[in-house]
Antibody
Framework: QVHLVQSGAEVKKPGASVKVSCKTS????????VSWVRQAPGQGLEWMGW????????NYAQKLQGRVTMTTDTSTNTAYMELRSLRSDDTAVYYC???????????????WGQGTLVTVSS | EIVMMQSPATLSVSPGERATLSCRAS??????LAWYQQKPGQAPRLLIY???TRATGIPARFSGSGSGTEFTLTISSLQSEDFAVYYC????????FGGGTKVEIK
């Protein structure tokens, strides 16, 4: 079975950085992309960006450009999302999702991680 | 950025009734449209992709239709487990989500 298991909850101060991991199993990692989606408390879903696990191509949502970096480690089938210069409005549950878009662009998200709560508070 | 708008924000439906959810795109997304279901405290679940193709394991009571800028998710006969929030997502130009429709028990 396909599984995406994310790292645990984080509490960070404003201005700090956070790095969330997403360990995958049950499929060929490099045959898919990974998208990251976040959800602020009581709010809807916000797409953050996509990375191809095949060639490392990335695309980030415009509002996060310059603050977010997505990477993969094909030796451990793990994806990472780092968000820098954290603000209080970055408080959210962060999800990784297997993206059917493999090399060029994002598509639908057919499997999701369990979510990682990141709280930004002084 | 393509803006996705969902209506209504909340839909009150009795079990066994039909639910029709709408999603509109600010520009054409062709058929590159997916629907997700999310229950409280859970990750979203893919229901429909490519406008009308059900994802693996999704019951036939869920159906999707539309093209271009207007899309519909229909749940033919609501079951108790279908009360949730539903999101549409376009992936014609990267990805954006609609604001969601909450389907609640009438």
């Amino acid at each position: 079975q396909v599984h995406l298991v994310q790292s645990g909850a984080e509490v960070k101060k404003p201005g700090a950085s956070v790095k969330v991991s997403c360990k995958t199993s049950g499929y060929t990692f490099t045959s898919y992309g990974v998208s990251w989606v976040r959800q602020a408390p009581g709010q809807g879903l916000e797409w953050m960006g996509w990375i191809s696990a095949y060639n490392g191509n990335t695309n980030y949502a415009q509002k996060l450009q310059g603050r977010v970096t997505m990477t993969t480690d094909t030796s451990t089938n793990t994806a990472y999302m780092e968000l820098r210069s954290l603000r209080s409005d970055d408080t959210a549950v962060y999800y990784c999702a297997r993206d059917s878009g493999t090399t060029v662009t994002t598509e639908d998200f057919d499997y999701w991680g369990q979510g990682t709560l990141v709280t930004v508070s002084s | 950025e393509i803006v996705m708008m969902q209506s209504p924000a909340t839909l009150s439906v009795s079990p066994g009734e039909r639910a029709t959810l709408s999603c509109r795109a600010s520009e054409s997304v062709r058929s590159n449209l997916a629907w997700y279901q999310q229950k409280p405290g859970q990750a979203p679940r893919l229901l429909i992709y490519g406008t009308s193709t059900r994802a693996t394991g999704i019951p036939a009571r869920f159906s999707g239709s539309g093209s271009g800028t207007e899309f519909t998710l229909t749940i033919s006969s609501l079951q108790s487990e279908d009360f949730a929030v539903y999101y549409c997502q376009q992936y014609n130009n990267w990805a954006t989500f609609g604001g969601g429709t909450k389907v609640e028990i009438k």
